[in-house]
Structures are given as C-alpha cells and as structure tokens.
C-alpha cells in the first residue's frame, strides 16, 4: 500500500476550521488537525498513519471514522473523548493539519482544497521540519523541568 502524506502549518486556529478539516476525510484519505504537541516526532506520526490504514484493512478499527482513529493511535488512548481532550488545539493558536492518501490523485485533491480554504494562514512543512520543530519544543520543555528543579 502506497500512503501520500502532506503536512501543513495552520494559524489562529478556530473551532470552524477544525470541523471543516474533519469533514475532508474519505474512506482513502485522512484529514486531520492536532496541537503540535499531540505528535512525538515524525516515526510517531508515520506509525500512526499506517496503523490507521492497516486497521482499516484488517477491518480492527476502534472508531468509524478514519480521522478518529488516527486521533486515538496519536494521542494513545481507546476513549474518542480523551483523545478530543488531549489532541484539540486551542482557540487562535497554531496547528498541524495531518492529510494522508491511498493514492496520489487524492491527495492532490484534498491539498488544492486546504491551499484554497485556509490560504495565507496556511504553511506547508515537511516531515524533517516538524520533527526538528518538535525536538526543538520537547528540548525547551525538558530545560524548563530543570530550571524548575533546581529553585
């Protein structure tokens, strides 16, 4: 199986551009839209990705919908209502909006309806950027916990 993914960069986030992501998904294509912090690095998305499709060929999915069970293997809980909790960025912040596709037409597709919606608020990344990005935040987050010991 062949998975294209596209990676995107959101700002000022608002509770309509998160239901309008959510609406993209299809049965060959995943849309989705977490808090940076949701994901641990890009194996954790990767794996994640995979893990959503193979259960929807293996017909193990937790959720009915694609988009939600990619959320729980991301945010690692069986419960919809945590993984909401967890993963649901906050009212004007930045986002990360995760697309991923069976085939290359699609998305395609789904990326020019992204461009087209969100446009300048709008940033594409690449994988190796929002691992670097995320190393960067988890190294902040860990001098933090140290500087908070050391008082």
Known sequence: MEIYIALYRLENTSR?????????????CISQIV??????????LLTSIVDTFNAQILGTRLAKKLNIEL?????GTKQIRDAVKISS????SESLI?????DRSSIDKMCKLVQAEF???LSPISISELSRELREEWEKLVL????????
């Open 16 to 28: 309509s551009d998160i239901e309008w992501i959510l609406n993209l998904t299809t049965e060959n």
């Open 35 to 44: 808090k940076y912090d949701v994901v641990g690095g890009y194996r954790h």
């Open 71 to 75: 959320l729980l293997r991301l945010t």
């Open 89 to 92: 960025p906050e009212e004007g």
């Open 98 to 102: 995760v697309i991923a596709c069976t």
């Open 119 to 121: 446009g300048s608020r």
């Open 144 to 151: 933090t916990q140290v500087l908070k010991l050391e008082y």
